[in-house]
């Protein structure tokens, strides 16, 4: 019995919720109050949720097995140093009431690479031959993704990453007319949609597909796995 804490990007937030409803080992999940968590909240929809104000005041004995999820911002992509430091101040916010910490990302552009090396705490991060780069080689896997790669042209897309585009490249470029110039400049030619068991629903795809036609790029798909998050 014990606590852990996660910390998630809010790309794999779908991800995430699909894991942990299928944990029932897991006796209660509590969840810090932010507008991103607020949103994960809704898309977990389980009874064991709680949402808490200050994890200072969780309970120090754990009744089973517990989670403390916070998740940050999707926006944080297009910002490493930022990233960082909020990774940092989240994981010193946890320490003290959890008994490790899982990033559930990737090394984002190196931005965790002076996280993981962290000793004042147990870390767990999602690894497939070395920490995973980004949250498409957990979806991957290294070798299909390295297989991918060799290609040449394409844009990876999942679940997380069509939901908070906007939100995400509005940091990168003001609009899509400046960002399809980057793709062009880049040589992209086609987007790969990220198939997941148990994320993909509603309207998902056909988002996918629409803003693959609003960047000018072939719409292709493929089929991923949550075994590495899992």
């Known amino acids: 019995m014990g606590r852990l804490g996660i910390i998630a990007c809010q790309v794999l937030e ?3 919720a699909c894991l942990l409803r ?52 999707a926006a944080l992509h297009s910002d490493v140093d930022e990233l960082e430091y909020r990774c940092n101040a989240q994981i010193d916010a946890m320490k003290q009431n959890t008994s ?5 990302m990737g090394l984002c552009g190196n931005a965790l690479q002076n996280v ?6 147990p870390l767990v991060t999602i690894e497939d031959d070395g920490l995973v780069d980004d949250c498409i080689v957990a ?4 070798k299909r993704y390295m297989e991918e790669l060799r290609k040449m042209g394409s844009l990876f897309l999942s679940h997380g990453w069509v939901t908070h585009w ?16 980057v793709l062009r400049l880049d040589d992209y030619r086609r987007t790969r949609y990220i198939h997941t ?4 629903e509603g309207n998902i795809l056909a988002a996918a597909q629409d803003l693959s036609n609003d960047m000018e790029l072939e ?10 998050l899992d």
Not at 219 to 228: A, Q
């Open 14 to 16: 779908k991800e995430l």
């Open 22 to 73: 299928e944990h029932h080992e897991i006796s209660r999940i509590y969840i810090e109050r932010s507008a991103e968590n607020t949103r994960f909240a809704s898309l977990l929809d389980d009874d064991r949720t709680r949402t808490v104000n200050d994890a200072d005041f969780l309970p120090v004995r754990c009744s089973g097995t517990e989670v403390l999820v916070d998740v940050l911002p």
């Open 100 to 104: 490790a910490i899982l990033l559930f």
């Open 116 to 121: 993981v090396v962290r000793e004042d705490v």
């Open 139 to 142: 979806l991957l896997g290294r």
């Open 166 to 181: 906007d939100r995400i490249v509005r940091k990168i470029e003001r609009d899509m007319e400046g960002f399809k110039m």
């Open 197 to 200: 068991p148990g994320v993909d």
């Open 219 to 228: 719409f292709t798909s493929m089929r991923g796995s949550l075994d590495l």
